[in-house]
């Protein structure tokens, strides 16, 4: 008897997509309420979780797919949870609670999270469409790009943002000729101010990779196969194979055709749920108090609030902060977080040595820190995200903030002598620290 009634108690959970973020929340929920779902996932990829952050290193032979694996196929049977691999869900039925996939699976739910992530952007040019044409976003587009790696012939990255940059990095170790177009005047400009952005094209050229800004692509050429790309001022620079990394868009087709709320992303509240109290959604297709993700933190931010909405274990709610972005390129130390633009009512603290390859900026409002950028050497990167995340006033520190968190408390005529010899603050022409400044001038931009 108590059997069946624990089966009646038991509820249906469907989750679409088998990402990072519903693996973590699946973590959470068995964690605060086991045995309260019976749980299916649908994943439109044929294996199992693994860590899209770590795709990157696969594609420079420093991982293995093994090595990156999140939840193994034991997971899921040690935790009594349904995976179809490879089954992409083609149809919901909103009022009869069911969801279909390609295969002609379907499934009835009592609860659907909707975690379909995201779909890589293809810029409309002729050409696109060609054998050699890859996005990167999941490890097929790996598989295919290793496999054109073994012709050690010419690539070419179209997008100089993270993944670009790490894709441009991967297949230069793996033997390939790379050069990385770029639409903007300066590499990673949504996260990068001038300077370091130019600091970075300078440490990416230094890896042998060819970097071409301004760079808008006209189409891509060839006969059956890519065998270059065309710019609007004529140049074509051979390839074969064109990489396109110029962004992403939230996957939001589902909820579209069943009548969820739709913006950017998927609409859903603070603790997840869409405009159907039986829907929830997460990950990079969710779009949250009117902002959309792709970074890890708030994806898992948003995994704990899901959760905690499913157990029904208190109100946990999701909360916007900034989040740093860190370029995943060994040898290459960048680390940036906040709102860096130049305005009327803030102020800068700059540390610049240009021998050492070092840059850091602060930009601070009303004494307290709004953004960050540190190039070369970030080790301070969590201490400086801290403060502005706790909006920390910093006036009494302002004359040594730049110098990091263990200079803090040392009066500043003392600073450079400590700092003489060292990497952070060589004695050199080049070397300067200022502070309370309006108005920056970057290091000049390369021809």
């Known amino acids: 008897m108590i059997g069946r009634e624990m089966m009646a108690m038991t509820e249906k959970l469907v989750i679409i997509g088998n990402g990072m973020a519903p693996g973590r929340m699946l973590e959470h929920l068995l964690e605060a309420a086991p045995g309260r779902y019976d749980i299916t996932i649908f994943n439109a990829e044929p294996r199992v979780n ?14 293995s797919f093994e090595e990156i694996v999140i939840h193994g196929d034991g997971w899921y049977v040690a935790n009594g949870i349904v995976l179809y691999k490879g089954h992409k869900i083609v149809a919901i039925d909103r009022e009869a609670k069911t969801v279909t996939s390609n295969h002609g699976v379907t499934e009835s739910y009592d609860k659907l999270v909707i975690a379909t992530g995201s779909v890589p952007f293809i810029i409309p040019v002729p050409g696109n469409d060609l054998p050699g044409v890859l996005t990167y976003r999941d490890l097929d ?53 001038p300077a370091a952005g130019y600091l970075l094209q300078r440490a990416v050229e230094a890896r042998g990779i060819k970097v071409v800004t301004r760079a808008n692509t006209k189409q891509i050429v060839g006969d059956g ?35 969820l709320t739709v913006n950017r992303g998927i609409v859903t509240d603070d603790r997840m749920r869409t405009s159907d109290p039986d829907i929830l959604a997460l990950g990079e297709c969710a779009e949250v108090g009117g902002h959309v993700y792709g970074l890890v933190a708030p994806l898992y931010q948003m995994a704990r609030v899901a959760a905690a909405a499913l157990a029904e274990t ?49 930009v601070l409002k009303d004494d307290r ?17 801290d403060l502005q995340k706790k909006q920390t006033d910093v006036s009494a520190m302002r004359d040594t903030l730049i110098f990091g968190q263990a200079f803090q408390g040392v009066p500043r005529r003392t600073l450079w002598r400590p700092l003489r010899h060292s990497r952070m603050m060589r004695k050199s022409a080049a070397a300067t620290a200022s502070a309370r400044v309006r108005s920056f001038q970057p290091l000049p931009p390369r021809d």
């Open 50 to 63: 693994y860590d899209r952050i770590m795709l990157s290193p696969v594609l420079s032979g420093e991982k």
């Open 141 to 193: 587009d790996v598989d295919a790009m290793l496999l054109a790696a073994q012709s050690r012939q010419k690539a070419v990255v179209i997008g100089g943002g993270l993944l670009g940059l790490e894709a441009a990095a991967g297949l230069k170790e793996r033997g390939m000729e790379v050069t990385v177009l770029h639409v903007m005047p300066t590499l990673m400009e949504r996260q990068l101010d």
């Open 369 to 385: 820190i709004i953004g960050t950028v540190l190039f070369g050497e970030t080790a301070d990167g969590a201490w400086f995200a």
């Open 225 to 259: 196969k890519v065998e270059g790309v065309e710019l609007d001022d004529g140049t074509i620079i051979p390839a074969a194979l064109v990489v396109m990394a110029v962004g992403i868009r939230p996957n939001v087709t589902l909820a579209k055709d069943v009548g």
């Open 314 to 362: 208190g109100e946990d709610h999701f909360a916007h902060a900034d989040t740093p972005t860190k370029l995943k390129v060994t040898g290459i130390d960048l680390y940036s977080v906040g709102d860096f633009a130049d305005g009327d009512d803030r102020e800068e603290i700059v540390l610049r040595d240009a021998s050492a390859g070092i840059y850091k900026r602060v």
